[in-house]
């Protein structure tokens, strides 16, 4: 039986963390762009009068919807009006900034976990603002194969049905909740496969369940498809015999799958994506 008392749930992650440095990158870069622009500025102005003011002013408007994507985050998160169609430029900001945002980090003792921890609570709260419902079968839930019990025998990687649902891990349960929501299930041993998971399914929104640098790069490899990301528990260190809390799992899938389009799947059905199950009948 599990030892309870071994299992270390992640601390809250603290979204202010992410979006404190992500403004201090932002304050990097227009210093570094003021800087560039006042070595140009003579010969720039020796080449036409007018190109000092032209390349300040578009320096200036990059900063500036920096700054408003950035705001438009802090709305959206604080459960205030936003621009919705700011979402994927909000993404795309969050993805070209973070690598800055680690190198600040370092700077204040700020440890890369803490700060994938607060860009992945920040990215839930977006997911969670847009109101992304999909039908049960459109859903991909991923989880990587540590989530098994490491002396277990059964290969599980490209079928989650081979699981006898034993209760030494979390993975029957698992299992057994997508057999009785219809969602598709899977356990990737890496990126790779979890790409190639992603491409054959087709889905319209994903769930995983990793440590907090494998979800970080999983959202942004599946970025701009909408994802949710549920931290695992890690009593014995990273990526051996870790956990989830499968209530947890299951409160996040509720918000997201449509009302009424949960159904008891086949093990084909399960496997197979959903363009292929067409092709299928």
């Known amino acids: 039986m599990r030892d309870k008392k071994k299992i270390v749930v992640p601390g809250r992650p603290k979204k202010r963390l992410f979006l404190g440095l992500l403004l201090s990158a932002t304050a990097l870069w ?11 500025q003579p010969g720039l102005g020796k080449l036409q009068p007018w190109l000092p003011v032209a390349v300040g002013s578009v320096f200036a408007a990059l900063v500036g919807l920096v700054l408003l994507g950035i705001l438009n985050i802090v709305l959206a998160i604080n459960n205030l009006p936003f621009v919705r169609v700011f979402q994927k430029q909000s993404y795309a900001l969050i993805n070209a900034l973070f690598p800055w945002s680690v190198r600040l980090g370092k700077l204040f003792g700020i440890t890369r976990r803490q700060l994938e921890g607060s860009f992945i609570a920040v990215s839930n709260l977006l997911f969670s603002r847009q109101q992304i419902r999909v039908p049960a079968d459109r ?3 991923v989880t990587p194969h ?3 019990l490491a002396t277990c025998p059964r290969k599980i990687t490209r079928d989650p049905h081979n699981c006898r649902q034993c209760g030494g891990c979390d993975i029957g349960a698992l299992v057994a909740l997508a057999d009785e929501m219809g969602f598709h299930f899977f356990v990737a041993t890496g990126g790779t496969l979890a790409r190639q998971i992603v491409y054959t399914t087709k889905p319209q929104a994903v769930l995983a369940i990793a440590c907090e640098r494998d979800l970080m790069s999983g959202i942004q490899d599946v970025y701009p498809l909408p994802a949710v990301g549920v931290l695992n528990i890690r009593p014995n260190g990273p990526c051996f015999n870790t956990h989830v809390d499968v209530e947890a799992v299951r409160r ?3 918000k997201i799958i449509i009302p009424g389009t949960a159904h008891r799947v086949t093990k084909k059905e399960a496997i197979l994506g959903p363009m292929e199950r067409k092709e299928d009948q």
């Open 252 to 254: 996040e899938l509720e």
């Open 146 to 148: 540590c989530l098994q």
């Open 30 to 40: 227009a210093v570094v762009l003021y800087a560039l622009w006042y070595i140009m």
């Open 139 to 141: 859903l991909l839930v």
